[in-house]
């Protein structure tokens, strides 16, 4: 192995399962996640003289992050509605027949992932970076390539969208337990 191969296996590969954490997360498919992630990490393999400094996580979720909305935009262009700051979108109602005799935190955590996945692609994004990757507000708004108040509004909005969706869950769960 080459000196640009060991760099590459040094700095990138120990990032390749938060790579496809986004690129599911923004395709809501593992088969098409990975055929991304690969796509990427050829791309991350070719520009690797571009790396400033040994912190790759970033830098190799920006190209993640670049290769998926240009995969979802030749793939799936009706995913990619915009975010319109001035209206929010309704959070899907879970489903009415959710069993109470299930594993509640279980059941949470499904609920509340199909709540992410129920978001807008930039809301999704943000949300995933922050709170599943724990990336600083600077690197997410570095991958997304937006300025950090607008990584701030949407983290904002995400969570308000989690909170409803969570509220309507409780709210379905409490209809459900009535009957």
Known sequence: MDERGRRFEQLVVPHLGAAFNLARWLTRNDHDAQDIVQDASLRALRFLDGLRGEDARPWLLGIVRNTTWSWLQANRPSDLVAPDDDSEPQVPAPPADEPENSAIRRAEARLLNEAIAALPPAL???????????????????????????????????????????????????????R
Do not use: F, H, K, W
């Not at 995933?128 to 600077?138: F, G, K």
């Not at 969570?159 to 459900?176: C, F, G, K, P």
């Open 124 to 178: 999704r994004e943000v949300i995933v970076l922050r709170e599943l990757e724990d990336l600083a507000y600077r690197q997410i708004a570095q991958i997304a390539g937006i300025p950090i108040g607008t990584v701030m509004s949407r983290l904002s909005r995400a969570r308000r969208l989690l909170a409803q969706s969570v509220r309507a869950i409780e709210v379905a769960a409490e209809r459900q337990g009535a």
